[in-house]
């Protein structure tokens, strides 16, 4: 396994993060619980520490999950969850008040089944709520002992004015990065570079299309997000052009003797500097073959031709 540690921080984390989203149990088709669980297990055993998760997914689920299979493995793991994303009577909107930071905070701890959240990330921005003021209670927070470090989500470069005064308080962002989504790029490495930040990717599979196992005619039923067209990724010529990709990682994965989704990976780590990829896993075979990225590289000749066709 590769580790990294986070910028401004001790926490150090497997390479490769097991994203959360699907855990929530909603809007990915059929996901089992008992499936979730030995995926974390799973992960553990072979080194992968780092676990994504947010209030939002599944309402809660996603947390309560996450910290039933973890159980007695809690401090073997390392926890990174979000605030900010509010849903009441239906209606999502975003709130970083004060008041919903610390609400959002003890309704995650309690879901989680633990005393303190590794990496507490803003969600969003909600439009309001000043970065400054976002951190103060963060750092509240962090005196009480109920979360170890900051972090951010969904930034553009066009955020770096508010964040700049605040340069070495916060460890990581995480922003959609992958083959199919190069659209972030800039914003990524511009804000880790001049914040001091470790990028987190995620979609990093494009939402699955860069496994390798869709085709033309993927469909999905309507307890899947990827069924909606917002959804680019599985949808029109942004489809076909995945896969015309998917063809390229084909025949490089088929060089390296690896997985579709390991090279997915393998590229994110090979071409940004000190990032950590976030793959949503629904079993625990998902995991173990995404663990196939690690410990190897891609040669300049292979990332110039992933460059050039994935751009
Ligand atoms: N900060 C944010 O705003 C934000 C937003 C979105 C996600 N995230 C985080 O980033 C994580 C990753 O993003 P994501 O889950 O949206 O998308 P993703 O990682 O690009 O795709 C995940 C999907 O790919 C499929 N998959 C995974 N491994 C596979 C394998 N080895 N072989 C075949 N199929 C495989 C699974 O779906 P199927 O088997 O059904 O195809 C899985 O649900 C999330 O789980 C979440 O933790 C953060």
Redesign the pocket.
Known sequence: MEYITLKNSDLRVSRL?M?????GGHG??IVQEQELVNAVHAALERGINFF???DT?GLGQSEMTLGRALGFRRSKAVVAS?FGVRVENHVTFYDNSPEWIRTACENSLRRLGTDYIDLY?M??RDGRTDIGTVLETLKQLRQEGKIRYFGL??LTCADLKDLWPYRGEFVSI???Y?LACRDFEEDILTLSREMTLNPL????????V?????DRYATFGSD?R?SREVYVNFHGDKLLKNLEIVEHMRSIAADHGK?V??LAVRFILDYLPDSVV??????P???L??AQAMDWHLSSEDLGRLDIVSR
């Open positions: 993060c994203g959360g989203c699907p855990m990915w088709g994504d998760t947010a997914y979000k990330q969600h969003y989500c969904n995480q922003d959609q992958s990717t995620w979609g990093s599979l494009g939402q699955g860069l496994t390798g196992k869709y899947d990827r997985p989704s390991a976030l793959c949503g896993t629904k079993r075979e998902q995991i073959t995404n």
